[in-house]
C-alpha cells in the first residue's frame, strides 16, 4: 500500500460568533480555505485533484448540499474535480482527512484536498415542517447553531443532556476543580497569543477577502486565572464551566493537502509528514467529552508507537474540564500539549476543528524537529476521532 503524507495546511483566522466573519456565508469560507491550501502547491495542477472530502457539521443553511462541491466551484477549480462532504460533528474535516489519506494508501487518488467549515453565526433557525398543512397549535424555532436538536423521543434522557452539562458531570467524575480548568483555559490564551506574536500562524492562516482580520479573534492576550475565576457558571448555578474555561462559538475554514510520495515531484516540494495512524472511539453519548483517550490507544497502536515516541500532541479544547481528563489518562506531559494555544483561544468553528489541530500539528513537529504526534479531538453524541503523525524531515 502507498503512504499519505500531508504536504500543506491553511485555514483562515477563526472568528467570534456575530463578529468579523459574520457576513461571509460558509461556502466562502471553505472557498477561501481551499484556495488557501492550493496556493502552497503552485506546481500542482488543480485538474490532477482525485477528490475534495470536506467537513462541517451543520448543513442546515448555506452549507447545505454538498458544501464541499460548492467550495470547489467557487474557489474556481475545473468542474471536472470532484467533492463530497462527510458529517461526523466536531470530528467532520479530521473524517475528511482520515477517508482522503485512505483513498492516498488504497491507490484510488494520488492528490486529495481534505478539509471543513463552519458558520456558527450563519447557522439558520428551523421549524420542524408539519405532516398536515396549517397546524393550529404553535410551532417552535430551533437555532442549529449547536447542541442536540429536534431530539426523538425514543432517545434515553441521559444521552440528551446539554454538551456542558455531560461536561460538568465529567469534572464530577474526575475530581477535576474550577482552579484547573480556569488555569488551563489562561495557559490557552497565552500560548495561542505568543503564537501568533511570534508569527507562528503566519504561515498556516489566509486572509478572507473583504475582511479585515489578522488573527483570530477570540484570543484574550490578557486572560488569567484570576479573571477567569471571576466568571459566572454557565450550565449549573454551583458548577465549574463558564464561558471562560469552554470554548467559544466561531466562524471558520481550514484545509490540508494530501498526497502520495509522487506528489513531491509533481509540486517540487516535500512533504511535511506522513499519516501513520487512525483511530476512532465510541462511547455513552454524555461521555465524549472522554472519547478521545481510547481513540488515540488506538491510534497509536496503528503506528506501533507508544506515548513515550510522542513529542507533540494538539487535543481539541472543547472544554478545558475534557481536555484535563484526557491529558491526565494519558499521564503525558502536559507542557506538550497545544504548546502554540488551543481552541478554547483560537475558537472551535465545529467543522473546521479537525484540520486546524491536523496542520497546526504537522508545523509544531516542522518547528520544533519532532519526530511523532499525536491530533485528537472529542465529538458529541459520544465519538471521538484520532491520528498520529510522522515527522517526513
Given at each position: 500500500m502507498n503512504s499519505a503524507y500531508l504536504y500543506a495546511a491553511a485555514r483562515t483566522p477563526f472568528g467570534r460568533f456575530g463578529g468579523a466573519l459574520a457576513e461571509v456565508r460558509p461556502d466562502d469560507l471553505a472557498a477561501t480555505a481551499l484556495r488557501g491550501v492550493l496556493a502552497k502547491a503552485p506546481g500542482l495542477d488543480p485538474?490532477?485533484?482525485g477528490d475534495v472530502v470536506w467537513g462541517c457539521a451543520?448543513?442546515?443553511g448555506e452549507d447545505n448540499r454538498n458544501v464541499g462541491r460548492m467550495a470547489v466551484l467557487l474557489a474556481g477549480l475545473?468542474?471536472?474535480?470532484?467533492?463530497?462532504?462527510?458529517n461526523r460533528l466536531c470530528g467532520s474535516s479530521l473524517d475528511a482527512a482520515i477517508i482522503a489519506s485512505r483513498a492516498i494508501e488504497s491507490g484510488d487518488a494520488d492528490v486529495v484536498v481534505a478539509g471543513g467549515v463552519e458558520s456558527m453565526t450563519r447557522a439558520p433557525w428551523v421549524l420542524p415542517k408539519p405532516s398536515r398543512a396549517f397546524p393550529a397549535g404553535n410551532v417552535t424555532a430551533v437555532s442549529t447553531t449547536l447542541g442536540w436538536r429536534l431530539v426523538n423521543e425514543r432517545m434515553p434522557a441521559e444521552w440528551?443532556?446539554?454538551?456542558?452539562?455531560?461536561?460538568?458531570?465529567l469534572g464530577d467524575k474526575y475530581k477535576i476543580d474550577r482552579v484547573r480548568q480556569d488555569e488551563f483555559a489562561a495557559r490557552s490564551h497565552a500560548l495561542a497569543a505568543t503564537a501568533w506574536d511570534e508569527g507562528f500562524y503566519a504561515e498556516l492562516t489566509v486572509p478572507v477577502p473583504g475582511v479585515d482580520l489578522a488573527r483570530d479573534e477570540s484570543i484574550r492576550a490578557g486572560s488569567t486565572p484570576e479573571k477567569l475565576a471571576g466568571l459566572k457558571p454557565s450550565f449549573r448555578p454551583d458548577g465549574t464551566i463558564t464561558a471562560g474555561n469552554a470554548s467559544p462559538l466561531n466562524d471558520g475554514a481550514s484545509a490540508v493537502l494530501l498526497g502520495s510520495s509522487d506528489l513531491a515531484g509533481l509540486i517540487g516540494s516535500a512533504p511535511i509528514a506522513r499519516i501513520a495512524g487512525r483511530g476512532a472511539h465510541a462511547l455513552d453519548p454524555q461521555d465524549f467529552g472522554f472519547a478521545p483517550v481510547?481513540?488515540?490507544e488506538k491510534a497509536l497502536k496503528r503506528a506501533g508507537i507508544t506515548w513515550s515516541d510522542v513529542s507533540a500532541v494538539e487535543l481539541n479544547e472543547a472544554f478545558a474540564v475534557q481536555s484535563l481528563a484526557c491529558v491526565d489518562a494519558w499521564g503525558i506531559?502536559?507542557?506538550?500539549?497545544?504548546?502554540?494555544g488551543g481552541a478554547i483561544a483560537?475558537?472551535?468553528p465545529l467543522g473546521a476543528s479537525g484540520a486546524r489541530i491536523l496542520g497546526t500539528l504537522a508545523a509544531r513537529l516542522r518547528e520544533t524537529g519532532g519526530r511523532w504526534g499525536v491530533a485528537a479531538i472529542c465529538i458529541g453524541v459520544g465519538q471521538a476521532l484520532a491520528v498520529v503523525l510522522e515527522s517526513a524531515a
Open positions: 485538474s490532477t485533484i451543520n448543513q442546515a475545473p468542474t471536472s474535480v470532484p467533492a463530497t462532504t462527510v440528551t443532556v446539554s454538551l456542558g452539562e455531560a461536561n460538568e458531570m481510547e481513540a488515540a506531559d502536559p507542557s506538550i500539549v497545544n504548546a502554540r483560537i475558537g472551535h
